[in-house]
């Protein structure tokens, strides 16, 4: 027996989902949400948890650092609660803009060590949030110089290492 649909037999009438409360009395139905940043770590000294205490300190939402940066809310969120890959130097150069303190306020970039040329050139570039083909374009060298330079399969000469240098002072300051 067919009466039309795609399910054979009796059709079934849903009722009292909602029933019209007529004595004036207020119903209320207490759920447990569980938040979104369960795991977000606001006190430790992370990346993420250091831009969650700033963005918030300035009283800016998730959201509206989104539009300001140009990135989505959801890499925002991930970003914040450390999920998914370490961001791109630059997305954390424009988070930096955008809640207008260093870059260096935020990572630990300074921390890096300085014991060779390869070192160096790494945390210049990290400092100034930018990735290697920006960094290349800056330096006046091609991408696969900067990445043999990080990977220590090359040295700077002594012209590239006094920009590199003088870039390295004017992020100390």
């Known amino acids: 027996m067919c009466n039309g649909t795609l399910f054979p037999g009796p059709r079934k009438i849903r009722t009292g989902m909602r029933a019209d409360n007529n004595l004036g009395i207020k119903l209320t139905k207490r759920i447990q949400i569980p938040t979104r940043y369960s795991n977000l770590n606001v006190i430790g000294n992370s990346t993420g948890s250091k831009i969650r205490r700033f963005r918030i300190s300035k009283d800016i939402s998730m959201n509206r650092l989104a539009k300001m940066t140009g990135l989505n809310p959801i890499h925002i969120m991930r970003i914040e609660t450390e999920q998914g890959n ?60 900067i990445r043999h330079w990080e990977q220590n399969f090359h040295q700077p000469s002594a012209k590239y290492l006094k920009i590199i240098y003088n870039y390295l002072d004017d992020s100390n300051r």
Do not use: C, H, W
Request: aromatic content about 4%; proline content about 7%.
């Open 86 to 145: 370490n961001p791109m130097p630059s997305t954390l150069k424009k988070i930096a803009e955008a809640l207008n303190i260093s870059i260096s306020d935020i990572t630990e970039f300074y921390n890096l060590p300085e014991t060779n040329a390869a070192q160096i050139v790494k945390k210049v570039r990290l400092l100034l949030g930018m990735p290697k083909i920006q960094f290349a374009k800056l330096i006046g060298v091609n991408v696969k110089t």
